[in-house]
């Protein structure tokens, strides 16, 4: 079945350390988002792609890197410059035809 | 820019009430997509339906129901005879017309609580 996996489920960093999250998606879809959200609030963008090669930062981008080397990739590295990176990253993809968006279930990443 | 927004941050009631979740939205686009989604405690988020701005007409989907109205930039979600199972936190969200990488701009959503 077509969908979007994240992975891990559960992950958990180091003060300091450089961390990355994976979003794979074999919906043949063209744009994919980062999404971080924290309790008691909605999700806020972080970046997006619309086409392989191409990304533009969304709100929160500080901290944070992507890359968009396959349709089917675009992991997010949460940097040591990201002050506060314990929180729910959700990724999401959109196919060009259509105006639904797919979101995976999400990495739940905590610094210790 | 757009914003979106849900005044309720958390709403309790009784199995078999009704329940209306309000979102209120602004946007200088004249086209754009409303959505609602459910987030469960695992996480993922659940799409219960997409609005165009074209379309005003309310929607029913069994205990579902949607009410979208221009005049005052509102796209309200009523669950008729809740249950348990409803409990979850639920967003609104608002996007672009598709000519981009259109990006959903999400309200901070609605935790709502149904106990027995």
């Known amino acids: 079945d077509g969908g979007i996996t994240q992975s891990p489920k559960y992950l958990f960093r180091k003060e300091g350390q450089n961390v990355t999250l994976s979003c794979e998606q074999n919906?043949?879809?063209?744009?994919m988002y980062w999404y971080r959200q924290d309790p008691g609030q909605g999700l806020r963008l972080i970046y997006y792609s619309q086409i392989v090669n191409d990304f533009q930062k969304g709100d929160i981008a500080e901290g944070y890197s992507v890359s968009r080397e396959k349709k089917e990739s675009f992991p997010l590295t949460v940097t040591s410059a990201q002050k506060n990176p314990t929180a729910f990253y959700l990724c999401?993809?959109?196919?060009?035809?259509?105006?639904?968006?797919?979101f995976g279930s999400g990495t739940r990443l905590t610094v210790v | 820019a757009q914003k979106v927004t849900q005044a309720q941050t958390e709403i309790s009631v009784v199995e078999k009430e009704d329940v209306t979740l309000d979102c209120v939205y602004e946007t200088r686009d004249t086209t754009y997509y409303l959505f609602w989604y459910k987030q469960p405690p695992s996480g993922e988020l659940v799409f219960l339906i997409r609005?165009?701005?074209?379309?005003?007409q309310n929607e029913i989907s069994g205990r579902y129901s949607w009410n979208f109205q221009k005049s005052t930039s509102s796209f309200n979600f009523t669950i008729t005879a809740s249950q348990v199972v409803d409990s979850a936190v639920y967003f609104c969200?608002?996007?672009?017309?598709?000519?981009?990488?259109?990006?959903?701009?999400f309200g901070t959503g609605t935790r709502l609580q149904v106990t027995l």
């Open positions: 999401a993809s959109r196919g060009s035809g259509g105006y639904g968006y797919t």
């Open positions: 609005r165009n701005s074209f379309d005003e």
């Open positions: 969200a608002l996007s672009e017309f598709p000519f981009t990488a259109s990006k959903l701009t």
């Open positions: 919906l043949n879809h063209d744009a």
